[in-house]
């Protein structure tokens, strides 16, 4: 027996077709920073690419580990060199070497913005969004450039700490992270979680600020502020877990990622498997204990 629609009812079944959502995949241009960073960074993009999302990453000539070519993403080589190789060549003069690399760093987006054929092939690709780490400050001149939303990938700014450039944080309550104090401080280490945090602005203005802002100064006008250029960021990835963050307070736009590298739990009885494979070898467990509150002691 057939089923028969009548004029009215393709309408209605064509109306009701169109109501449904539609997902389409966004195009991301993600601009990383070499070395150990590169690592948090591929997990994102390979998440987005799995989720249909056409990624590109803006790569350095001279990179040591972003892969020119992935199944993951297209790569965009850029002219110059990034700064990596000279923050390890020069490890021997600290001062030196934090100059060097402030200067490295920053003299890729610059060659970058002087190329105008390969701005014009960022515009003309439209991006939806630019996803960077916020390391470096390349990332966020490319994304005010292209006018699209700039999402950081981030625990640590070449402005300072996440947390402290964009939520409030009461140094008598909120324990700067190279401090390595608790929320439970005494007077004397509040007084430290002071100089530790002034020692923090200090290097920013030392290394970063130096470098970056002629190049705000020069593209983006002089009445730019510096600071709240590279902080207003539209989403912050932030790579930590709030349960294991002392109490305070945070923004809407953050979301916490902890663990997101960490693959599925191993089946114990796989774990047993193994160990019983290598009985004539060794197995190292190692980790780490708190004796006391702040207090870590590496155990093998």
Known sequence: MGITMTKSDMITFTLLLIQLPCVFGGKILVYPLDGSHWLNMNGVIEELHAKGHKVT???PSDSWYIPEKSPH???????????FKDHYESFVFQQVEMRLQGRGLSLLPLQMFENETQMQSFHNAKYDVVLTDPTIGGGALLARHLNVPLIYNARWTFLGEAHDLIAPSPLSYTPHLTAQLTDKMTFPQRILNVVSYIVSGLTRLYISERHYKPIVRRYFGPDVDYTTFFVDADMWLLRNDFVFEFPRPTMPNIVYMGGFQSSARCHRRNCCSFCTAT?????AVCGTKASQPGQQHFTG
């Open 73 to 83: 993403y297209n790569s965009v080589t850029l002219d110059g060199q990034d700064g």
């Open 57 to 59: 990453v803006a790569r």
């Open 279 to 283: 009985s004539e070898s060794h197995l």
